[in-house]
């Protein structure tokens, strides 16, 4: 028996349901429930709210948020060999686990979930990048979600809370921090998995923003940071030259001097070029 739940220990719940990790899936599983309910408490309250879990594996993850007291958890897991030990959660906190097989990336979760709806992950490095543009980038802000608290490569984390002037800022940053709080939470050494990953992880936590912190077309802000970081080492006039003809005086328009490179470019002068280009 573990200590946040009556059901038996994680390394038990995979030797018994022969949960051996699979690669291809990205499968590296945290196993301490006493991790897993930190991390659960990083998203915040939980008691309110139904929570998103995507890749839920053997459920540490999911036990934790919902010992933590999430109003319902829906776990989007595409291994179906998961499905017996994620059975015997949702049997434990009756009726507050949903599980849904398949591929998160091709769900769509909310016509199971009722607002304010966070999300939890601990994903495959590939599909929680993927994931994280989409849930930044909806039709419509505010998103269907408050708060997403979600494990990275510890690279990938540094380049989503990154500020101007460092090596991981880029578009990544951008999108990020344009209409969200974003910060690391928790670092994890390889060892808190099984197997270890080769690379370091971090939580990082981000808040969605009522509003965007600075007025910008969605997609020109899109285009002007791509080009601008597609050619990182360029000068601005350079290698934003495709993206409008006059881009010399957009730039003066936004007090960019057309010497700058991307790199050392805040959001708030982002967000003024895409305004002075998009007015044309
Ligand atoms: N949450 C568990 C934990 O923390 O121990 C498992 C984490 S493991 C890094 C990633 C999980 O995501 C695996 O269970 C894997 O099968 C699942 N997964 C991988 N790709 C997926 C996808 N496209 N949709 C849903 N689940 C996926």
């Known amino acids: 028996m573990s200590q946040i739940d009556g059901l038996p220990p994680l390394r038990e719940v995979i030797a018994t349901h022969q949960l051996s990790a699979k690669k291809s899936l990205g499968q590296n599983f945290l196993l301490d429930l006493n991790l897993t309910a930190k991390i659960a408490r990083q998203a915040g309250d939980l008691a309110g709210s ?55 990336l091709e769900i769509d979760p909310l016509e ?27 039709k419509e802000w505010p998103p269907f979600w408050t708060s997403l608290t979600l494990m990275f490569q510890k690279e990938v984390a540094e380049r989503i809370v990154a500020k101007p002037g460092s090596k991981a800022y880029g578009r990544l940053a951008l999108l990020a921090q344009w209409r969200a709080d974003a910060r690391i939470v928790i670092d994890l050494p390889p060892q808190a998995f099984t197997p270890p990953p080769k690379v370091s992880s971090a939580v990082v936590h981000l808040t969605a923003l009522p509003a965007p912190r600075f007025e910008a077309d969605a997609q020109t ?41 991307a790199e050392q470019i805040g959001l708030e002068a982002f967000c003024a070029l895409a305004r002075s280009i998009k007015g044309n």
């Open 221 to 261: 802000l899109s285009r002007v940071v791509a080009a601008a970081f597609n050619q990182r080492r360029k000068m601005l006039r350079a290698s934003l030259k495709g993206v409008a003809p006059d881009i010399e005086d957009h730039l003066a328009a936004a007090g960019i001097p057309p010497t700058e490179r």
């Open 50 to 104: 139904d929570v998103l879990e995507i890749g839920p594996g053997p459920g540490g993850l999911t036990r934790g948020l919902l010992a933590e007291g999430a109003r319902r958890v829906l776990a989007i897991e595409k291994d179906e060999r998961c499905l017996p030990a994620l059975a015997e959660i949702a049997a434990a906190y009756d009726g507050r686990l949903k599980v849904i097989n398949g591929d998160a």
């Open 112 to 138: 199971y979930l009722t607002p304010p709806i966070k999300i939890a992950a601990n994903l495959p490095y590939n599909v929680g990048t993927e994931l994280l543009v989409r849930w930044l980038t909806p």
